[in-house]
């Protein structure tokens, strides 16, 4: 059986889901073929059980550290919450897809060639543009994040985690304010793949270690042994050939999204770099070119934010020129409520903001502030002159700004 459409997205991440979003309501005739649960690893397995497990943990940890307040946890417990939760959001993007007319097509998808993709035994969708969106997997067996964020394998008892990225960060903390005896296994520096300045990840790694996380650079006896030692691209080369890929296996692609098959576009964990951020804006820039507007891919302009002991984020490139760091202290808001942490940027040779980076309780907002700006030259009077909230962190933006106009009145 042969389907046409205009636009057939393989994967229902963030990705493929923001693709056959923007593509339907564009007027696009849109097929999302999923073969497991709507939301891919993100809504199910990753960024948004985790999220919620973060929130408790966090809240709890706040109360004990600014009052003495002890509150009891129970993982089993607010893991249902957190999944009662992920089940809604689930029916909610469901109902989304009927409501923008986006046929959902359930099953296990091939690329047949650059216009054609079966699913299943015998139904052939066949369309204008194709948009891979398939998402990753776990380097390495054994027990993983995502085994416990769905409930398939419960924490217990001595807990040693592998791995020195992200996930590694959030999950050691997110178990040790559970009351989990946490130790974190790191071959060479916390977040070494990160642009990432080093007294950031340093203070990161003390507060770490305050919550109870223990690092280690052995294989410690443990109950439970949980690797997070990274992922890489969910493509079966059979079920997907003729693409070309680099050695690692990810997809090449131009900086629109488009494969070596004119019709055919990569977007989220398939090609570099990985995560929802990164996907979400890969899948506007294929969609873009799709609808005959084309604006590049351009990572650089894409703000990550780990949510840790603290929360850890940055945006832009690590370029040479003059880098300017306060500390969170000097803002009201961080300091009234015993937040501690630190606001970094670089401005290059050109006096562009080239990058910028925060650390400390609840800077994952404000870096959208920073992320809108990169690039820019006229950063200094964007941040000065806009308006923020009292008492806000976005208001350090503003002290950056008057630190850096000072600085040039004073040379």
Request: charged letters at 30%.
């Given at each position: 059986m042969i389907k046409h459409f205009d636009v057939v997205v393989v994967g229902s991440g963030p990705g493929g889901f923001t693709s056959a979003l923007i593509l339907a309501r564009q007027g696009f005739k849109t097929a999302l073929v999923?073969?497991?649960?709507?939301?891919?690893?993100?809504?199910?397995?990753?960024?948004?059980?985790?999220?919620?497990?973060?929130?408790?943990?966090?809240?709890?940890?706040?109360?004990?550290?600014?009052?003495?307040?002890?509150?009891?946890?129970?993982?089993?417990?607010?893991?249902?919450?957190?999944?009662?939760?992920?089940?809604?959001?689930?029916?909610?993007?469901?109902?989304?897809?009927?409501?923008?007319?986006?046929?959902?097509?359930?099953?296990?998808?091939?690329?047949?060639?650059?216009?054609v993709i079966k699913v299943g035994r015998n139904t052939y969708l066949k369309a204008d543009h194709i948009i891979l969106a398939c998402g990753s997997r776990q380097k390495e067996a054994g027990v993983s994040a995502e085994d416990l964020l769905t409930?398939?394998?419960?924490?217990?008892?001595?807990?040693?985690?592998?791995?020195?990225?992200?996930?590694?960060?959030?999950l050691s903390f997110i178990l040790s304010v559970f009351g989990f005896e946490v130790f974190l296994?790191?071959?060479?520096?916390?977040?070494?793949?990160?642009?990432?300045?080093?007294?950031?990840?340093?203070?990161?790694e003390r507060e770490l270690e305050m919550c109870g996380v223990k690092f280690t650079t052995t294989n410690e006896d443990a109950d439970l042994l949980v690797k997070a030692t990274g992922r890489v691209?969910?493509?079966?080369?059979?079920?997907?050939?003729?693409?070309?890929?680099?050695?690692?296996?990810?997809?090449?692609?131009?900086?629109?999204?488009?494969?070596?098959?004119?019709?055919?576009?990569?977007?989220?964990?398939?090609?570099?770099?990985?995560?929802?951020?990164?996907?979400?804006?890969?899948?506007?820039?294929?969609?873009?070119?799709?609808?005959?507007?084309?604006?590049?891919y351009r990572p650089e302009l894409v703000p990550v934010v780990i949510c840790s002991a603290l929360e850890l984020g940055f945006v832009?490139?690590?370029?040479?020129?003059?880098?300017?760091?306060?500390?969170?202290?000097?803002?009201?808001?961080?300091?009234?409520?015993?937040?501690?942490?630190?606001?970094?940027?670089?401005?290059?040779?050109?006096?562009?903001l080239s990058y910028s980076s925060m650390l400390g309780e609840c800077v994952s907002e404000p870096m959208n502030i920073a992320s809108a700006i990169i690039g820019s030259a006229l950063w200094d009077q964007f941040f000065f002159s806009n308006n923020y909230t009292h008492p806000s962190i976005c208001e350090s933006f503003s002290d950056l700004s008057l630190e850096f106009m000072f600085n040039l009145l004073n040379l």
């Open positions: 999923e073969r497991e649960k709507l939301g891919g690893t993100c809504l199910q397995r990753g960024c948004i059980p985790k999220e919620g497990m973060y929130q408790i943990a966090r809240s709890a940890h706040f109360l004990k550290k600014r009052l003495g307040v002890s509150v009891p946890l129970d993982f089993e417990k607010a893991l249902l919450k957190v999944r009662e939760r992920i089940n809604k959001i689930e029916e909610n993007a469901k109902f989304l897809l009927k409501k923008e007319g986006i046929v959902l097509v359930e099953g296990s998808a091939k690329l047949v060639d650059e216009k409930g398939k394998v419960k924490p217990k008892g001595k807990i040693l985690i592998e791995g020195s990225g992200a996930t590694a960060c959030e296994k790191v071959e060479g520096r916390l977040l070494k793949d990160y642009p990432v300045e080093e007294e950031f990840v340093e203070k990161l691209p969910n493509l079966c080369e059979e079920e997907f050939p003729f693409l070309e890929r680099d050695e690692e296996g990810y997809v090449k692609v131009s900086p629109y999204m488009r494969t070596n098959l004119q019709n055919v576009y990569a977007v989220g964990d398939i090609t570099k770099p990985m995560g929802a951020s990164h996907a979400i804006a890969k899948a506007k820039s294929a969609c873009q070119c799709i609808m005959g507007c084309p604006q590049p832009g490139s690590m370029k040479e020129g003059r880098r300017i760091v306060k500390t969170l202290n000097a803002n009201t808001k961080s300091f009234v409520n015993g937040w501690n942490g630190m606001i970094s940027i670089i401005v290059d040779e050109e006096e562009r």
